[in-house]
């Protein structure tokens, strides 16, 4: 069965917060709040973790992953980053966007894009992820909460509790999440391509 963290939206408790990461290290998949969707994340070297979000999602091979970072000093280490897709995407963060850029080799082969060899990341505006990513103190592996079949993506921490409660091991209660993805801005190449529109504001990317 999954644990259920209840956790303050703005102010996260320590003693939570800490529990849920000691999940986290120790090989856990967790569900947790975004200022976008719930994600389902795990820690950064947990190849067994994105396969079971793969099979919770039924993703195929030629998914973006999604590093979910705390800040654009960590960003920077996993994706290359020139002079103007440094502006745009700082000026940009924290917020609602997932970039594909570029991914350095501190990201796992077996999450880059098998062909462009790209990789998606973003840093959330969100109190109680930015508490997990900071006693982390590395990014989350993830990829939005959308069940396979569903039409809108759960907005409730007992919802998923319920629906999920044998498939992954934790879910992080902040309240009510949106239905509203990020937008996806894919970089990889010399000018920016919007692939889907969501909660950033897409027009600087156009």
Partial sequence: MARYFDVHPENPAPRAIGQVVDLVNGGG?????????????????NADGVERI?????????????LVCRDFSQLGQFVHINNARFRAVRA?????????LPATKEVPRRWQHP???????????HV???ALLAALDEPLVSSSLLLPGDDEPMTQGWEIKERLDHVI??????????????????????????????????????
Avoid: M, N
């Fill in 29 to 45: 998949l967790i569900a947790y709040p975004t200022d976008s969707l719930y994600a389902l994340g795990c820690r950064l070297g």
């Fill in 54 to 66: 793969r099979r919770v999602r039924q993703l195929d091979g030629h998914h973006h992953f999604t």
């Fill in 92 to 100: 940009a963060t924290p917020g609602g966007y997932t970039f594909i």
């Fill in 115 to 125: 062909r462009k060899k790209t990789v998606g990341v973003r840093i959330p505006d």
């Fill in 128 to 130: 109680v992820t930015q």
């Fill in 169 to 206: 091991d934790g879910v992080v209660d902040a309240g009510d999440c949106g239905t509203v993805p990020t937008t996806v801005v894919d970089w990889s190449d010399d000018e920016p391509v919007v692939l889907r529109r969501g909660t950033g504001d897409p027009s600087r990317f156009e």
